[in-house]
């Protein structure tokens, strides 16, 4: 493909950047899109894969026929076989008439798999015979059918270590990755955060009717530098949030500043550590490393405090302007310092985990979709976590 053509693609498909990975892996959609061939897109979070499944699809001979976006992630364990395959009336309590499953509804065309290192073993094996043969059968049926569908996959999983970790089939994954396209994270092409600023700003201007927003030097320079942990999705947030809220139009260092979040990769040392490695940590296991962090901190300037106050490097203030004399502290100082050391130490992440679930179904009045958005994790592995840790009747 020439460079002219991969331009009216991005333009086409709303793809903004020049780097050279980028262009590549547009480039590898458009030459594999005229083929039946499985394709794995895999990146981080926020970079913009799904609008790589609808190159392939709207560049293939099957553009006609139906394409069809499944969030694997967003469809409880219980239930995601029917919505992939169908079911017969009365197989399950709830199969009250007979489905039509999403690969019998897009026979001839694309199906489009989102997060597909988020599906139960027991679909990879349902999966993975419709990759091998075409087939496939309702839940609660005994009659095989054939399906003609392509199969286009993304996921921000690294797949090869859930393969290791016994999490995904080797065999599915190797069906699946008949021709990767990796998106590359916006702290791999800095060049193009301007780009998506500019885009973004003078969207947001049209929507609003308002003048578009504009970095002066130093702000320039704090865009270019900064990470992009959300990569373009956190980008576009952000510049939506200055857009209206901000009246002056040119923004300085000092204003991007506070609407960049305060807790940022190079805070953790361990998160920066494996992103530079490019294993990728999802959202679920990054917040819950900066809450224990936090936590940690806590304990830690609690006991510093502790500290002080026993060996008189604080002094307490007198309470209504009585006088009152210092208690001996000796017998009781080792005790109070050693329980501050035991909450450390039994601060673990499953602890935190179980709070913020507790915590955020609490707010949301046990809806757990609303709940699963508020922790930026996927329906199934909140449903996964309840059971696991027996929150089963914080139900909505």
Not at 209 to 229: E, F, K, N, T, V
Not at 245 to 263: A, Q, S, Y
């Amino acid at each position: 493909m020439t460079i002219n053509d991969i331009q009216q693609v991005k333009q086409r498909f709303g793809i903004i950047g020049n780097n050279a990975e980028l262009n590549r892996a547009v480039d590898v959609a458009l030459q594999v899109a005229p083929t039946d061939l499985s394709v794995l897109i895999t990146g981080e979070s926020g970079v913009g894969k799904e609008a790589f499944p609808q190159i392939v699809h709207q560049n293939s001979p099957r553009k006609h026929a139906q394409y069809i976006a499944v969030n694997c992630g967003a469809i409880p364990e219980g239930t995601i076989d029917s919505e992939l395959f169908g079911h017969e009336k009365g197989s399950f309590t709830d199969a009250k008439d007979l489905r039509k499953g999403y690969f019998e509804v897009a026979d001839g065309g694309t199906i489009f798999l989102d997060e597909v290192g988020e599906l139960p073993l027991s679909t990879q094996v349902r999966l993975l015979r419709v990759l091998e043969s075409g087939e496939f059968m309702k839940v609660g049926s005994s009659k095989v059918q054939k399906t003609n569908v392509r199969i286009v996959a993304a996921t921000n999983v690294n797949l090869v270590e859930a393969v290791s970790h016994h999490k995904f089939r080797e065999d599915l994954y190797y069906r699946l990755n008949t021709v990767p396209i990796r998106i590359p994270p916006l702290r791999e092409r800095h060049e193009d955060a301007l780009l998506l600023f500019r885009k973004f700003a003078s969207d947001c201007a049209d929507k609003y009717r308002m003048p578009a927003i504009h970095l002066d030097d130093g702000a320039r320079q704090l865009l270019l530098s900064y990470r992009w942990p959300g990569n373009v999705r956190e980008l576009k947030n952000i510049v939506e949030r200055i857009s209206v809220i901000e009246e002056n139009r040119e923004i300085t260092t000092d204003v991007l500043k506070m609407h960049l979040p305060n807790i940022s990769m190079e805070k953790f040392p361990v998160l920066a550590h494996y992103s530079e490695d490019k294993k990728v940590f999802n959202s679920e296991r990054e917040i819950l490393y900066q809450v224990l962090f936090d936590m940690r901190k806590d304990v830690n300037d609690l006991k510093k405090l502790v500290r002080d106050i026993m060996e008189g490097n604080v002094q307490m203030q007198p309470v209504d302007e009585k006088v009152y004399t210092q208690p001996s502290v000796t017998p009781i100082r080792q005790s109070v310092i050693q329980d501050a050391e035991t909450i450390e130490e039994t601060l673990s992440l499953e602890d935190v985990e179980k709070e913020m679930i507790c915590k955020a179904l609490e707010r949301h009045n046990g809806r757990r979709k609303n709940a699963a958005a508020d922790l930026q994790i996927s329906e199934r592995t909140l449903y996964r976590k309840i059971k696991e840790y027996g929150l089963d009747g914080m139900n909505g």
